[in-house]
Nanobody, 127 residues
Framework: VQLQASGGGSVQAGGSLRLSCAASGRTGSNYAQGWFRQAPGKEHEFIAGISWSGGFLDYADSVKGRFTISRDNAKNTVSLQMNSLKPEDTAVYFC?????????????????????WGQGTLVTVSS
């Protein structure tokens, strides 16, 4: 599965952005998806994950209540709606996919469990 992320940009604190990730290739496969981010000088940080069905979600504590992950399997896209953005949300955001042997409800929070990654999109939040 190949992933293409888009939607990054610059916004003031308190603003909103919506990131999208389009999948191509083996889109008929079953895959869980997630969003990660990496700020300068920091490691990859799990942000949000969603099961293949979309019925199971998980979020990092730092974004709970502000970010919402969703997916549209008919369009092979996963989105991350980011509200109430803070300067500490500034980072490069990556979408990821883990191809599964069968449909399931698992959500993955570890970067090492994902086997496909998008190229990253920069989000800059100014105070």
């Amino acid at each position: 599965v190949q992933l293409q992320a888009s939607g990054g940009g610059s916004v003031q604190a308190g603003g909103s952005l919506r990131l999208s990730c389009a999948a191509s290739g083996r889109t008929g496969s079953n895959y869980a998806q997630g969003w990660f981010r990496q700020a300068p000088g920091k490691e990859h940080e799990f942000i949000a994950g969603i099961s293949w069905s979309g019925g199971f979600l998980d979020y990092a504590d730092s974004v709970k209540g502000r970010f919402t992950i969703s997916r549209d399997n008919a369009k092979n896209t996963v989105s991350l709606q980011m509200n109430s953005l803070k300067p500490e949300d500034t980072a490069v955001y990556f979408c990821a996919a883990r191809v599964l042997p069968s449909r399931g409800n698992s959500v993955y929070t570890s970067a090492g469990l994902y086997n496909s990654w998008g190229q990253g999109t920069l989000v800059t939040v100014s105070s």
